[in-house]
């Protein structure tokens, strides 16, 4: 497990859900099945755990366990896939954003930027869309908006211009090419941190990242009992927007609407009043944790 995936915030973010022995619970993102263990550990003969995950690797990672149940799907079919398992309400929800470390260890499935692998990125290697069918077939305006919303670039219309130049000239097949395709628009003193939002941006367009959070989310509002509680850990400002907003108003603007009574009509209570940080040992022990953010509410 630890080598597939050391878990972050571990301890605050299962102390958070406060599992009952008797509960359901479901772990949207079961990687390692490091989160999963540890909430299984709490649970009586009752609970009952479902851990989703659409990458197969990680079913070598499941439990011998009957009050647990593996779901190879997407999180954003949340609610459909616990119906069909007989479970209409939960009593908490966990999910942990972050890449596992499995995913940039294992370089032909072509996530990370160091060393030379096909450029793929597919959480879902059932899916077809690669990342290599990305940059080779959109065009320069649809790569602008790719990199510059998913990736935060400052001129992503720089890099896109790059990356279209390039496959003129011959397909960007693997995660070398590609590299070697944004050099010239690359800044020489931040080289590590440029590749890094770039990569980002294509992983977030190739698995539909932000429209599955935003879609999870949603459905955890369904799925939740009052009382039940939603604890996710994030690491990227653009998924923490989402959560920050959607916690705080049930809505992706953050805007809180009011009855006609000016009383404000949100659907959780805050557990967290600001985000919850690793703490500095466990930076010294997993530098992967630097960025992540958890944020934990109470459905009304």
């Avoid at 992503?156 to 995660?175: D, E, F, G, L, S």
Wanted: positive net charge; charged residues 25%; aromatic residues 8%.
């Amino acid at each position: 497990m630890s080598a597939y995936h050391t878990p972050v915030l571990l301890e605050e973010s299962v102390a958070l859900l406060e599992v009952a022995p008797q509960g359901t619970y479901v772990d949207l993102t079961f990687g390692g099945g490091g989160h999963s263990r540890r909430i299984l550990g709490m649970l009586g003969g009752e609970g009952r755990l479902y851990a989703f995950d659409q990458d197969r690797d990680t079913q070598a990672n499941r439990p011998d366990d009957g009050r647990f149940h593996f779901v190879e799907s997407n999180f954003r079919f949340l609610r459909g896939a616990l119906r069909l398992r007989g479970v209409t309400e939960v009593d908490g929800i966990l999910a942990d954003l972050g890449v596992s470390s499995h995913h940039f260890d294992a370089l032909e499935r072509g996530f990370s930027f160091r060393g030379e692998a096909p450029l793929d990125m597919r959480m879902n290697q059932r899916g077809k869309l690669t990342a290599a069918a990305l940059v080779n077939t959109s065009t320069a305006e649809e790569l602008t908006r790719i990199l510059g919303d998913w990736g935060e670039l400052e001129t992503p219309w720089k890099v896109a211009n790059c990356i279209v130049r390039a496959r003129a000239a011959a397909p960007i097949a693997t995660t070398a090419q590609l590299v070697e395709a944004v050099k010239p628009c690359t800044p020489r003193k931040e080289e590590a941190k440029f590749l890094t939002r770039l990569f980002q941006a294509l992983r977030i367009e190739v698995n539909g990242e932000m429209e599955a959070l935003k879609m999870a989310l949603e459905q955890s509002l369904k799925v939740l009992k009052p009382g039940g509680r939603l604890a996710v850990i994030s690491y990227h400002s653009l998924e923490d927007r989402l959560v920050k907003n959607f916690l705080r108003s049930g809505n992706f603007a953050g805007e809180i609407e009011k009855d006609f009574f000016g009383r404000a009509l949100v659907p959780f209570d805050a557990v967290t009043r600001k985000a919850v940080t690793p703490a500095a040992e466990e930076l010294e022990r997993n530098p992967r944790s630097r960025s992540a953010k958890l944020r934990a509410a109470i459905k009304r």
